[in-house]
């Protein structure tokens, strides 16, 4: 395992300098809520040279039923061999390194970045500013359609970075257990609604708005920021996240670990999980 990847954040100027490498892997995860197939359209206009494309829909997500959630874990043998396909190597004794980027302040790379580390490969990072971040640095696109060697993936689930709601049920309201919502002020507090069906948040649970880790220019804050950011939470014995559909609580996520702190819990079925048996 290499020393020299600076996880779980790079800077453009590090991605520049590594991009040939045969050990790196760069996956385009740019996507949209609202237009789910613009992501894949800003891809095909252009991206970083040599980056695969994954969906979050299609790759980092699993089919929506009635419980579960909006973005439920994709089924894992299919991720595991798409893994493999686009290049990246578990097995072997250098991993591949990976670079996530997206233009939605990490919502979608750091769901991939999660989704690796609970399949047991950490050699993950997410790019500071993602594209945009890219493009100020004046570092050029490509709009070839990238094809890499196929690696051999082979997941290795970590069960204890992710909660299931009867867990949650049982130990959110234990002491010393925080229980965060990562959406905005107005979701948490059942003001507005724009996704799901009812409004409102899980009983008990604080208010961390996963846009607060993050600068004006798409820039994770600096880890003394994140450490005050999350000063609260520092003597927690468990701490247990989500947000609507367990897709941008992973930035929040990310920012804990960049601030220094223990990998919390991802409850991924998140409000829409939960408020699905109201």
């Not at 095909?44 to 997500?61: K, M, Q, W």
């Not at 990310?254 to 601030?259: I, R």
Request: hydrophobic letters at 35%; aromatic letters at 10%.
């Amino acid at each position: 395992m290499s020393l020299s990847f600076p996880t779980p954040v790079v800077e453009p100027s590090w991605l520049a300098e590594h991009l040939h490498k045969p050990t790196l892997v760069v996956v385009d995860c740019r996507f949209s809520l609202s237009e789910p197939e613009l992501g894949r359209q800003q891809y095909t206009e252009g991206h970083i040279p040599g980056a695969v494309y994954l969906d979050l829909n299609r790759d980092l997500s699993g089919s929506v039923q009635r419980h579960g959630g909006r973005h439920p874990l994709p089924d894992l043998a299919k991720l595991s061999a798409k893994l493999g396909a686009i290049g990246i190597n578990s097995k072997n004794s250098m991993p591949t390194q990976v670079v996530a980027y997206d233009s939605s302040d990490f919502a979608f790379a750091a769901r991939l970045w999660w989704l690796l580390n609970y399949l047991g490969h950490d050699q993950v990072a997410v790019l500071n500013g993602g594209f945009t971040g890219w493009q100020s640095a004046g570092y050029g696109l490509s709009q070839a359609v990238s094809s890499l060697n196929p690696g051999n993936f082979v997941p290795q689930p970590h069960p204890e970075l992710m909660v299931e709601i009867e867990e949650l049920k049982q130990h959110k309201d234990a002491p010393g257990v925080w229980l965060v919502d990562s959406r905005s002020p107005e979701r948490y507090r059942g003001e507005k609604e724009p996704i799901d069906p009812v409004a409102g948040s899980i009983p008990g649970a604080v208010n961390y708005f996963w846009q607060a880790v993050s600068d004006s220019q798409g820039r994770l804050r600096s880890p003394i920021e994140l450490k005050q950011h999350w000063q609260s939470l520092s003597q927690a014995d468990q701490v247990i996240v989500y947000c609507g559909s367990g897709v941008t609580a992973c930035v929040n996520l990310l920012s804990q670990v960049a601030a220094g702190l223990p990998m919390p819990k991802l409850y991924v079925g998140g409000w829409s999980d939960w408020c699905s048996y109201r």
